[in-house]
């Protein structure tokens, strides 16, 4: 837990007002990094998030894309700027799991970042070719454990938290099935509807209406609650299995950014969730909004990180080099 005390030291020593003390910020445009390519989840919801921030604060607020090395690169990017609240990091959970899968990481994944705030909470589902006779979860056990080795299934990226749901599903279930990571949660999707895999983990909305279409079918979600958006799927949870912790998408900026600029960068965002706009462009995506204070948001990224340490020791995953 030190780097959480760490987090919350520095909150209450450089704390204060966010308006008071940040009379000068901003002044000029802000960047917001994604580290995935432009079309992707993070993506399309940095992207309403930023025109309204940038409404907000008064200046330009541009989503920046830097994919490459499973997100790595961007993260660094962001991780290695100056703490002066013009550039930031849009990242998903999986920020703090890749570690635990490569081994060149030039960054830690919780202290070289400030946390600003959770946006959102983002569901996950285990999809199946509709081919397959493969109707729930307990059919899925079955069929994989009658056919060993011979169920794929895609995933978004390597040392993703897809893969280690799957990785997860395989120790917990038994079965033998798997992994095909794939450069971004398109491309796997693609995958699976020309049926070079039988299976997917992707994130909710990007495939529901494929689902309801019938070309694919929806058999639980990976994590959490429930989705909103598509309430008629059970989880993984209500068959007695637990994956991986529940997925999140926040906004953080580099180490050392300071407090005031962080808690007006909080509040601004707060703001843009409460529009109506943005809350369903979000919602639309399959992404929960979420919301709530910086505090909050650093004791997410430390309990998440933790468990993804217990997860990924209890599976025996080493870190790659890659």
Known sequence: MKWLHLFLALVTVLGGTSVAASQDYPSRLIRIVVAYAAGGGTDSAARPTAQKLSQLLGQPVIVENRPGANSIIGTDFVAKSNADGYTLLINPASQLLIPFYSGNVPYNAVADFTPIMNLSVNRRVIVVNPQLPINN??????????????????????????????????????????SIPYRGGAPALQGLLAGDIGMAI???GDVIELVRAGKLRGIAIVDGARSKIAPEIPTVAESGITLVPEQWLGVMGPRGLSAPVA????????????????????????????????????????????????????????????
């Open 263 to 322: 808690n007006l960068l909080n509040e601004s965002l707060g703001k843009v969730l409460a529009e109506p706009q943005v809350h369903l462009a979000l919602e639309t995506l399959g992404y929960e909004v979420a919301g709530g204070t910086r505090e909050a948001f650093a004791t997410r990224m430390q309990d998440d990180i933790e468990k993804y340490r217990a997860l990924t020791q209890k599976l025996g995953i080493r870190p790659k080099a890659q």
């Open 202 to 204: 992707l994130v909710v």
């Open 137 to 178: 979860l307990k059919e899925l056990i079955d069929y994989a454990r009658k056919n060993p080795g011979k169920l794929s299934f895609g995933v978004a990226a390597a040392g993703s938290a897809q893969e280690l749901a799957g990785d997860v599903l395989k120790a917990e279930a038994g079965i033998d099935i798997v």
